[in-house]
Each structure stands twice: as structure tokens, then as C-alpha cells.
């Protein structure tokens, strides 16, 4: 039995509560509330309708008629108790490996990621190619793999006009976060490449083939190879 | 029996329910009806389970052609209502002939009208719900010619006595307004504020005309954050209050993405939510500050007279011979099968 994983509770409206893990570790709040989503599934309560767990926090979703946000936040106290008791289960992480055409009309804001670094374009993608990232959670729009972002010097401001329309593939930062855009959607975020994979499909279930946990690593191909690629999907290689 | 409509004009309509509520596990928006109490209530006066499959009708007029004797209940904004070129009343139910046409038209004070049709509507679902997703590119599309199925039909039910309303069922209509109030509970963020969160009580907000089921932009004097520190992604829930520009407020509704990396400085109520599904481009919103309890209490109110209506539509239903409980339970699904 380890000591428990500090989190506080927030009201978030009358049909859902933020709860945040705030240890001083990291990676203990992100395992702490992707355990506390998976728990909170699991016991399938009356009246939750689910949790979107995130980095340091998990937002629960619950019809306000059938329980309560007092209720839920009894729950979810003594589920973290529960799960500081019996451990966070350890699953094994598949590998997905991206494939990227970066720059030039696919990757738009990558020469001005490179300025706001102070970095070659080529440092910019060797940084982005150089390691496996976690698949911290899935986000908006549709399944993102929102991911710790690569050891650029500096976080990447989000654009002052965001983007009516980026395309399905898009490989973007923002902050120090790094994602793909499984379906075509507005966008805040620099956009330093594409890749030709489908991510999302809704024929399937689940849509994206990736879990938080997870691991992904992008490679850069040539432009000239993005249609070979066309019609791909997205698959775990390990 | 099962019967058939087909749209004549689909303006701005889609076949919804009241979400996905699975959807946000998976970083899919919640999305379904609005207006959420209009749907349920529409459901209702039409005999079926309140998540069914209906039609949700923005702005624009909608006419749809009955191939199939129909029973229907339309509620939401009002507008005139018309089957076979009578004038019909919203939030009763209404009897279709075969053959009939049922038009919408001149929605001019709230934004969105719900249909349900007796036995529900057939449509795909993904994740368990009907509702269109936008961004993943899921739901019926409709258009001029759409030949959309009800799981039922309906003999015409005769009115008796001519110039009486064929129902009685005593539910309180929402009212819609052009410069509704909206209960708002203080974000999880409100701190990073400061002062400047008062503001989001003492002024007057316009709808713009930017607003969707995504969000609703609102014009006014804005509330500003205090630290620029970034902020890491969190999940939102509907009816958060966002600041992310020094032109607008957002206040997200059912389609929102269900991360961003804003912080909340309030969260609109569930009832208020139904509200604002109704406020129109250039209509004036106030918001006004309450609690998760009194929010909860509100919601539990509004669900308890769903419940009479249930009740209600039932007795007469019963009596009437239509769709009682026992006949549309048939058509689930048994369980394991």
C-alpha cells in the first residue's frame, strides 16, 4: 500500500465535478487519474454517465437527476482510496510509429515554430522525431492523442487566428503538448507536418486505435511518399 | 406497423437524441438535443422513451410529408404548426393522416423545435446515440426527398367535439424570451480572474452570430484572466464559460470539444443550458449567479414534471388504445437476442 494520491475536488457545474491529483509528481497524478477514470467505468454507478481523464485531472460526467455532485464526490473520494489500497494495474503500452511529411503546405507554421525556438527547421524535426511520447489522454476533436510535447527550449504559443479548417492528420504543437488531428477540425495549434495515415475511423470501434498509456514516434518521409501511405491505417506496431 | 416520412424541405434539421454520452471517454462532444427539456417532453407526448430518436429543427422552416398515419408532438420555440393545412398546437400531441403534410414555419422568438413521431424514428447509432458528431462526420443527413422510417403508425385519433383541443395535459411551457437570464455556479477557474469575475454578473451579453451548437459567442465586457501561465488540457463540461479571446465569451454547449486548455470561470446549469439553446443571434443574455444545490434542485423540479407529463400521456394513451408502455416496450430488443 503506497500513501494516498492528494486530489482536490472542484464543482464543475450541476452535472459534473473536476477532480485534480496534485502530488508533486507528474506521472503519479497522470496514472493517478487515468486509474481513477478507468475505476469509476468499472463500478458502472448509477447516474455517471463517464470521466475524461487528462494530465493531472479527470472531469466526471452525471445526470443530476438520478445522483448528485455530492454523491460523486463521496464516490470518487473513496475510490482513490480504494485504488491507493490495491495499486494503479499496470498495462503494457503498444507502439505506434507516425509517419510525417513536414513543412510546405503540410506542415504551415513549422518555419515559424523554428524562429519562436531559435532553431533550424531540421533541429525542429530532429527534436520532434527524437523519442517515443506517452499517449497522456484523448482530447478534442475526436480522439486526439494529446501528448507531452518534444524538448523544444521554449512552449509554442498557440496562434492569435486560429485555423477555421485543419486537415484530418495534422501533426501539431501547442504549448509544450504535441498531437495529431484524427478528423478534420478548427485549430489553435502550429501545425509543423501531416501525416497520410487515417487515425480515426468511426466504422470501428473504438474509433482511434490507441489508448492513454500508449506510445507513439514520428518519423519524417519525403513528401513524394505521402501518397504511398493513402488509405493506410493508423495500427500499433509492438 | 411500421410507416414512412419524407422530407419535403429539411432546412436546418437533423435526427437527434439526447447525446452520446459515452462519447467523452473517447474524446468525442457529448452533442444531442439542445434544448433538452423540449426533446424529452416532445418524446413523451408522443409515447415514446425519452432518449428516442427525433427530429431537432434549427431557424429554418421544415416541412416533412407523412406516407403513413402518424402521431407526433412538436415543442420547443414556437412557431406556427401546421398538418394538412390546419393549424395544430405545439407540446400536445397531434395526429397525422396519411398523406398529410406537417409544416414549421415562421420560428421567429427561439432557435430550435423539436418532432418526435409516435414508435420513434430509425437511425444509426455510434457509440449508442443517434446524435450527429460534425467533427467525426456521423448522422443522417436529411434533404428534400429523405425517406426517413417510424418504427410505428397510427390510426387518426377523432376529435369528438369540434373546436376542443384532442389533450389536456397541463405541462408548464417554457417561455422564450429575447433577453432570457441564465443561472450560472462559479467555475473551478473563478480565481484566475480576480475582480474582473463580477463583470460576468453586471453585464449585458449579445449573442453573436457565430454561435452554434459548439458554443455560443457572446459580446459584452469580458471577465480577463490574471496570470498568462498555459494552462494544461483539461476536460470542460458543457456549459462552461471560457474566456479565450479579448473579443468574446464562450459559453460551450452539448457539441463542445471535450478538452481545452482554458480555464472555466463558471459553468451555466443544466436548465439554463435549455435556455440558451433557445437564444437567437442579437438576443440579450444575463447571467445570474447560483449554486450546484439550488442548479440541482431546479433540474430535479423540471424532471419531476416530465415525469407527471409521463404519467399523464400514458393514462390517456391507455385509453385512447395507443402505444400504452406494454406496446412499445415490444419493440426493444429483448436482452441477449
Same mark, same amino acid.
Given at each position: 500500500?503506497t500513501?494516498?494520491?492528494p486530489? =482536490? ?24 487519474v487515468h486509474? $481513477?477514470?478507468?475505476?469509476? =467505468? ?18 466526471? =460526467?452525471?445526470d443530476?437527476?438520478?445522483t448528485?455532485?455530492r ?11 480504494? $485504488?491507493?489500497?490495491?495499486?494503479t ?35 525542429i524535426?530532429? %527534436? ?11 482530447g ?47 485549430g ?5 507536418g ?20 500508449? $506510445? ?5 518521409i519525403?513528401a ?5 501511405f493513402?488509405? %493506410?491505417? $493508423? =495500427?500499433?506496431?509492438? | ?8 424541405q ?25 434544448d ?45 404548426? &401546421?398538418?394538412?393545412g ?24 427561439g ?22 458528431d ?8 436529411l ?21 376542443l ?6 405541462? &408548464?411551457?417554457?417561455?422564450t ?25 453586471n &453585464? ?20 480577463e ?12 463540461p ?13 459559453v ?5 470539444? /471535450?478538452?481545452?486548455?482554458y ?18 443571434p ?28 409521463r404519467t399523464? /400521456? ?9 402505444g ?12 441477449? &437476442?
Amino acid at each position: 500500500m503506497t500513501a494516498a494520491t492528494p486530489i =482536490e475536488v472542484h464543482e464543475s457545474g450541476d452535472a459534473a465535478l473536476r477532480v485534480v491529483a496534485t502530488s508533486p509528481d507528474r506521472e503519479r497524478n497522470w496514472a493517478a487519474v487515468h486509474a $481513477l477514470a478507468t475505476w469509476l =467505468e468499472t463500478a458502472d454507478v448509477d447516474g455517471v454517465h463517464g470521466a475524461v481523464p487528462t494530465y493531472d485531472s479527470v472531469l466526471v =460526467e452525471f445526470d443530476p437527476y438520478v445522483t448528485s455532485a455530492r454523491q460523486i464526490r463521496a464516490f470518487v473520494l473513496l475510490g482513490m482510496r480504494q $485504488l491507493d489500497y490495491v495499486g494503479t494495474p499496470a498495462r503494457t503500452p503498444r507502439q505506434f510509429d507516425v509517419p510525417v511529411v513536414y513543412g510546405g503546405e503540410y506542415g504551415p507554421d513549422l518555419q515559424k515554430v523554428a524562429d519562436h525556438e531559435g532553431l533550424s527547421v531540421a533541429a525542429i524535426i530532429a %527534436l520532434h522525431t527524437a523519442k517515443s511520447y506517452v499517449i497522456r489522454c484523448l482530447g478534442a476533436p475526436a480522439g486526439s492523442p494529446m501528448m507531452d510535447g518534444p524538448d523544444f527550449p521554449l512552449p509554442v504559443p498557440r496562434l492569435k487566428d486560429p485555423r477555421l479548417s485543419v486537415p484530418a492528420g495534422a501533426v501539431s504543437v501547442a504549448g509544450r503538448q504535441a498531437v495529431i488531428a484524427p478528423a478534420s477540425a478548427p485549430g489553435g495549434w502550429c501545425v509543423i507536418g501531416q501525416t497520410p495515415l487515417t487515425v480515426l475511423n468511426p466504422d470501428k470501434q473504438p474509433l482511434v486505435p490507441y489508448m492513454p498509456g500508449d $506510445l507513439l514516434r514520428f518519423h519524417e518521409i519525403p513528401a513524394a511518399e505521402f501518397q504511398h501511405f493513402a488509405g %493506410l491505417e $493508423l =495500427e500499433a506496431s509492438a | 406497423m411500421s410507416g414512412t416520412l419524407t422530407i419535403q424541405q429539411a432546412g436546418h434539421s437533423v435526427v437527434t437524441d439526447l447525446g452520446r454520452f459515452k462519447g467523452p471517454r473517447y474524446g468525442l462532444p457529448v452533442n444531442g438535443a439542445l434544448d433538452q427539456f423540449s426533446a424529452r417532453a416532445a418524446n413523451i407526448l408522443a409515447g415514446n422513451p425519452d432518449n428516442d430518436p427525433l427530429l431537432e429543427v434549427t431557424a429554418l422552416d421544415f416541412r416533412m410529408r407523412a406516407d403513413s398515419d402518424l402521431l407526433i408532438a412538436v415543442t420547443g420555440a414556437p412557431l406556427t404548426l &401546421t398538418v394538412g393545412g390546419r393549424e395544430c398546437p405545439q407540446w400536445e400531441p397531434v395526429s397525422v393522416l396519411a398523406g398529410e403534410t406537417v409544416a414549421l414555419h415562421g420560428m421567429n422568438t427561439g432557435l430550435r423545435v423539436y418532432v418526435a413521431v409516435h414508435g420513434a424514428l430509425d437511425a444509426p447509432t455510434l457509440l449508442g446515440s443517434c446524435a450527429p458528431d460534425t467533427v467525426v462526420g456521423f448522422g443522417l443527413k436529411l434533404a428534400e426527398g429523405t425517406v426517413l422510417g417510424a418504427r410505428k403508425t397510427v390510426p387518426p385519433i377523432r376529435q369528438p367535439y369540434f373546436d376542443l383541443p384532442l389533450f389536456r395535459l397541463g405541462l &408548464t411551457r417554457p417561455g422564450t424570451s429575447a433577453s432570457p437570464v441564465i443561472d450560472v455556479t462559479d467555475g473551478p477557474d473563478i480565481a484566475e480572474f480576480g475582480d474582473t469575475a463580477d463583470l460576468l454578473f453586471n &453585464t449585458s451579453y449579445t449573442v453573436s452570430g457565430r454561435s452554434n451548437h459548439i458554443g455560443l459567442r457572446l459580446g459584452g465586457a469580458l471577465p480577463e484572466r490574471q496570470s498568462a501561465a498555459e494552462v494544461l488540457s483539461r476536460g470542460v463540461p458543457v456549459g462552461a464559460i471560457e474566456v479565450p479571446s479579448r473579443d468574446e465569451l464562450l459559453v460551450l454547449h452539448r457539441g463542445r470539444g /471535450v478538452t481545452a486548455g482554458y480555464p472555466v470561470l463558471g459553468v451555466v446549469t443544466s436548465r439554463s443550458l435549455d435556455v440558451l439553446a433557445q437564444a437567437r443571434p442579437g438576443h440579450t443574455i444575463r447571467f445570474r449567479k447560483t449554486t450546484v444545490a439550488e442548479a440541482t434542485a431546479r433540474h430535479r423540479a423540471a424532471m419531476r414534471e416530465l415525469e407527471a407529463l409521463r404519467t399523464s /400521456v400514458n393514462t390517456v394513451f391507455g385509453l385512447l388504445g395507443v402505444g400504452a408502455p406494454a406496446s412499445w416496450r415490444e419493440l426493444m430488443p429483448a436482452s441477449g &437476442t
